[in-house]
Nanobody, 123 residues
Framework: QVKLVESGGGSVQAGDSLRLSCAQS????????KGWFRQAPGKEREFVAA????????KYTDSVKGRFTISRDNTDGTVYLQMNSLKPEDTAVYYC????????????????WGQGTQVTISS
């Protein structure tokens, strides 16, 4: 059973940077992709970025392209989300999860959700 734990969130000013980490314990051989999602108050959980574990292909939602970078460390299964040029609209709880689908964006294709880490951006 895979367990994911997010960390690295915090409260920063607009224009600042944060790096989120998603640490993994346990292993599943069906995992193809790891993804980051976020959920702002009163809104649906939305896709942010995904990375394939084998060759590191990536996908981003349009609103974070050029500002966020997803990466992975296959030695321990940790996935990172480097977030630069942060904006107030990036404020949300950020979650990581795994999928057996290549570069999935749909929330329902992900499992083993972490508990989330809060990111708050002030203007």
């Amino acid at each position: 059973q895979v367990k994911l734990v997010e960390s690295g969130g915090g409260s920063v000013q607009a224009g600042d940077s944060l790096r989120l980490s998603c640490a993994q314990s346990g292993r599943t051989y069906s995992t193809v992709t790891k993804g980051w999602f976020r959920q702002a108050p009163g809104k649906e959980r939305e896709f942010v970025a995904a990375i394939t574990l084998r060759i590191g292909s990536t996908k981003y939602t349009d609103s974070v392209k050029g500002r966020f970078t997803i990466s992975r460390d296959n030695t321990d299964g940790t996935v990172y989300l480097q977030m630069n040029s942060l904006k107030p609209e990036d404020t949300a709880v950020y979650y990581c999860a795994v999928s057996s689908t290549w570069l999935a964006e749909e929330r329902d294709l992900y499992t083993n959700w972490g508990q989330g880490t809060q990111v708050t951006i002030s203007s």
